[in-house]
């Protein structure tokens, strides 16, 4: 049988320093300090001594692994489509996220700010999830239904990047004032006078677009 190894390289220096054993990183994420590894086979590693510590880290095979730009949060989605939200040395787990019934999970991804937490499915559903409460932020986005391999934020936290198996980048604007412009642009104009009274009548009157 062949043996299977994880490789840890400086590129920089094009230097190997670490070979670890028994790990085969069918999926892996490194913490952006490059401190710490962690692998879909359950294996969270010091990189600077090479020990390694087992954890569960979903409800199922997780393969899905993230974690956070500051280094503060780590999540882990299953194929039960669950997603269990660790602090970042992966010792606590503190919070939840999911996709859709019946659905894996494929890609997740933190906002810059480490605030939200994107998870994307098997069935095509991509939710956004508060951190810190462990709560959907809205509805799930509308897509093609298209399986989706991978997500990206911008480096503002106000835009979201999907790449899927067939449809190749799709792009969601999810800051407030963003989707204001796109509900306007769609409707042509905001409530009337005579529609905001019917619909909001205990709230002052304002423009909406």
């Not at 590129?11 to 999926?27: E, H, Q």
């Not at 300090?33 to 359950?42: G, I, N, P």
């Not at 010091?46 to 993230?66: C, F, M, Q």
């Not at 835009?159 to 204001?180: D, E, M, S």
């Amino acid at each position: 049988m062949t043996r299977q190894v994880l490789e840890i390289w400086d590129v920089s220096r094009r230097k190997r320093l670490r070979i670890l054993d028994d790990d085969p990183a069918a999926g892996l994420a490194v913490r952006d300090d490059q401190r710490l590894l962690v692998t879909a086979q359950d294996q969270v590693t010091d990189l600077r001594t090479g020990k390694t510590r087992y954890r569960a880290l979903g409800d199922a095979t997780a393969d899905v692994l993230a974690f956070s730009p500051d280094g503060a949060y780590f999540a882990a989605g299953d194929a039960l489509g669950h997603v269990t939200v660790w602090d970042g040395d992966v010792r606590h787990r503190i919070g939840v996220a999911g996709t859709g019934p019946g659905e894996s999970v494929t890609a997740l991804v933190f906002s810059p700010d480490g605030t939200t937490l994107a998870v994307a499915g098997s069935g095509g559903t991509i939710q956004l999830w508060d951190v810190a409460s462990s709560r959907p932020l809205g509805a799930a986005f509308p897509t093609p239904g298209d399986l989706p391999l991978a997500l990206a934020f911008d480096r503002n936290g106000t835009t979201l990047h999907a790449a899927g198996a067939h449809v190749r980048f799709q792009t969601y604007a999810i800051a407030p004032t963003q989707v204001a412009q796109q509900v306007c642009s769609r409707t042509g104009s905001g409530l009337s006078p005579a529609d905001w009274k019917a619909y909001l009548p205990d709230i002052p009157y304002r423009r909406t677009c």
